[in-house]
């Protein structure tokens, strides 16, 4: 029964309670100086890759990975409070503040990751709250030619067999494969822990490598322009009615009643 | 493992909390005075069982806060991204 080498991507991403503002050039978000924290979905990802460990499967080690610049440390720190073992920084030079990296150069470069640090199971977020692609884990199981189990709310690992139960339109899915493979993680998938002092105190010792994309051999140019990003227009707002009869009346004018 | 005394169990939850509270929805400036406060208020105590018991009031509070940055967390993802559709 071979162990699992698991690998978890994680992104850093402007903190899901924040407003996000459109730059003056509207070409993309403002980021300078705003609150940054890990992906949601990532989250769960890490969580559920510790997990896995508690659960009593084998597992070798979990190695958990951020592009991007400096600032992404903070986010694999974050992860090794978590229970990550060891992780490694791609560092991507930033364009105009943001990183210069899209879906398919993340895939890309995570499956040059994987093949050089032997990985059999990579659990990413289904989606990042900045971008919405939704495209990274399923490009990535396609360069590799793995299975993968997208929008996963329940995993079960039996040594080669992993059994996946993915939240579709109308229900649920259950899905049986053999490592190595991919899983991205849905919104139910597990509660993520809370990273605690004294956890993030120990994870300053963990081990983070440094890398860059041209020592993976990673050409990961973009291929889309973004040409523009507006914000959505703004509700109009309601109007209040005095009484019921009022009420009836405006439902009336409204064509409801 | 040690037993670590009572005074640096009381100090590691006010850090704890301290740590969590930078996150607090009404604002870090709202949370630190009222952390110090509760904590300030008990700090005469000299029996033993009462500093126990205010340690596992300490440790119920975080709980409590974390749980409610969980479930706002959840509720904010669940409404933008599982929108029921109409």
Same mark, same amino acid.
């Given at each position: 029964?071979?162990?699992?080498?698991?690998?978890?991507?994680?992104?850093?991403?402007?903190?899901?309670?924040?407003?996000?503002?459109?730059?003056?050039?509207?070409?993309?978000?403002?980021?300078?100086?705003?609150?940054?924290?890990?992906?949601?979905?990532?989250?769960?990802?890490?969580?559920?890759?510790?997990?896995?460990?508690?659960?009593?499967?084998?597992?070798?080690?979990?190695?958990?990975?951020?592009?991007?610049?400096?600032?992404?440390?903070?986010?694999?720190?974050?992860?090794?409070?978590?229970?990550?073992?060891?992780?490694?920084?791609?560092?991507?030079?930033?364009?105009?503040?943001?990183?210069?990296?899209?879906?398919?150069?993340?895939?890309?470069? /995570?499956?040059?990751?994987?093949?050089?640090? $032997?990985?059999? #199971?990579?659990?990413?977020?289904? @989606?990042?709250?900045?971008? !919405? *692609?939704?495209?990274?884990?399923?490009?990535?199981?396609?360069?590799?030619?793995?299975?993968?189990?997208?929008?996963?709310?329940?995993?079960?690992?039996?040594?080669?067999?992993?059994?996946?139960?993915?939240?579709?339109?109308?229900?649920?899915?259950?899905?049986?494969?053999?490592?190595?493979?991919?899983?991205?993680?849905?919104?139910?998938?597990?509660?993520?822990?809370?990273?605690? /002092?004294?956890?993030?105190?120990?994870?300053? $010792?963990?081990? #983070?490598?440094?890398?860059?994309? @041209?020592?993976?051999?990673? !050409? *990961?140019?973009?291929?889309?322009?973004?040409?523009?990003?507006?914000?959505?227009?703004?509700?109009?707002?309601?109007?209040?009615?005095?009484?019921?009869?009022?009420?009836?009346?405006?439902?009336?004018?409204?064509?409801?009643? | 493992?040690?037993?670590?005394?009572?005074?640096?169990?009381?100090?590691?939850?006010?850090?704890?909390?301290?740590?969590?509270?930078?996150?607090?929805?009404?604002?870090?400036?709202?949370?630190?005075?009222?952390?110090?406060?509760?904590?300030?208020?008990?700090?005469?105590?000299?029996?033993?069982?009462?500093?126990?018991?205010?340690?596992?009031?300490?440790?119920?509070?975080?709980?409590?806060?974390?749980?409610?940055?969980?479930?706002?967390?959840?509720?904010?993802?669940?409404?933008?991204?599982?929108?029921?559709?109409?």
């Amino acid at each position: 029964m071979s162990s699992l080498r698991i690998l978890v991507p994680v992104k850093r991403v402007i903190d899901y309670a924040i407003k996000p503002r459109v730059n003056k050039t509207q070409t993309a978000v403002e980021t300078a100086g705003v609150k940054h924290s890990m992906n949601p979905f990532d989250e769960l990802s890490v969580e559920e890759a510790v997990r896995i460990r508690e659960r009593k499967v084998p597992v070798e080690d979990i190695v958990a990975i951020s592009a991007g610049p400096t600032k992404a440390q903070d986010v694999l720190r974050t992860a090794m409070a978590m229970g990550c073992d060891r992780a490694i920084h791609v560092e991507i030079p930033t364009d105009k503040g943001e990183p210069d990296l899209e879906p398919l150069g993340v895939a890309k470069m /995570l499956k040059a990751v994987v093949e050089k640090e $032997k990985r059999n #199971l990579v659990i990413l977020g289904k @989606q990042s709250i900045d971008d !919405d *692609a939704n495209q990274t884990g399923q490009m990535l199981a396609g360069l590799l030619n793995w299975p993968q189990a997208t929008q996963a709310s329940k995993v079960d690992v039996e040594g080669e067999q992993v059994t996946v139960t993915r939240e579709v339109d109308g229900g649920v899915e259950t899905l049986s494969a053999k490592l190595p493979m991919i899983i991205t993680t849905d919104l139910r998938l597990n509660e993520p822990r809370f990273a605690s /002092l004294p956890n993030i105190m120990k994870a300053k $010792k963990k081990k #983070l490598d440094k890398m860059t994309l @041209q020592d993976l051999g990673v !050409d *990961a140019t973009r291929r889309l322009k973004t040409v523009k990003v507006t914000e959505p227009a703004p509700r109009k707002g309601g109007g209040k009615v005095d009484s019921v009869d009022g009420l009836i009346g405006k439902l009336k004018e409204l064509g409801a009643l | 493992m040690t037993q670590i005394s009572l005074r640096h169990q009381v100090i590691r939850i006010y850090k704890d909390l301290l740590y969590l509270g930078r996150e607090y929805p009404l604002g870090y400036d709202y949370f630190r005075p009222r952390l110090h406060k509760a904590f300030a208020a008990r700090a005469g105590l000299t029996n033993e069982e009462e500093i126990k018991r205010g340690i596992q009031r300490a440790e119920f509070v975080k709980k409590e806060i974390e749980t409610m940055y969980y479930l706002k967390r959840y509720r904010t993802l669940r409404h933008r991204y599982d929108k029921p559709q109409i």
